[in-house]
């Protein structure tokens, strides 16, 4: 099977830090013969800096321009995010190829969703995988509004997808409690 995997926090291995989630993903995936594309973007999530790399990126990963942001909860990280799921769409359209599935990180809400439309545009099987529960954990420092805005796009992400992966219970719990009805699976640690 040709799987994209979708995620903009994770380091790189070429970074220099140790593998996380998305990348020990793809190379068990490639291990059992499946043709893996990671899509990042080129903003490293851990360090709040621009990627730097100490060896060339494989042809197997698609590093997508998009803004820095100073801390995690600020506006430079919405519009970031925001302008990642935009390229993210425009660079999905430009492969040549495209995947028997996708497997999209959840945050970010908008990345997902671009991945869940795209998916369904497409007749790709995509599974979200949750990470972490937004907007519920920035509940007691957004407006209500901007909560109610989120939970919405959290909920088109989860009845969206056609499969969810999570790394706890509670979170295919949260989606459950979003309507969703596809097959879950807890999946394990983030990091």
Not at 11 to 39: I, T
Request: contains cysteine.
């Amino acid at each position: 099977m040709k799987i994209w995997i979708v995620n903009p926090f994770d380091n790189l291995p070429q970074e220099g830090f140790r593998a996380q989630r998305y990348s020990l993903m793809a190379s068990a995936l490639e291990r059992r013969g499946h043709e893996v594309v990671l899509w990042t973007g080129d903003f490293n999530h851990g360090t709040k800096r621009k990627r730097i790399l100490k060896q060339p990126l494989p042809g197997n990963i698609r590093m997508l321009k998009t803004l820095s942001y100073p801390k995690n909860i600020c506006l430079s990280r919405v519009l970031s995010h925001l302008l990642l799921a935009r390229v993210w769409t425009k660079a999905a359209d430009a492969e040549p190829v495209r995947p028997d599935a996708i497997v999209v990180s959840s945050p970010p809400l908008g990345l997902a969703l671009a991945a869940v439309r795209w998916g369904k545009r497409h007749g790709v099987k995509t599974v979200v995988d949750i990470q972490d529960a937004w907007p519920e954990t920035f509940a007691r420092v957004l407006p209500g509004w901007a909560v109610k805005l989120l939970g919405r796009v959290a909920k088109a992400v989860y009845l969206g997808a056609d499969a969810i992966s999570a790394v706890a219970g509670g979170y295919l719990e949260l989606a459950r409690s979003y309507g969703a009805e596809c097959p879950m699976k807890k999946t394990g640690h983030a990091k």
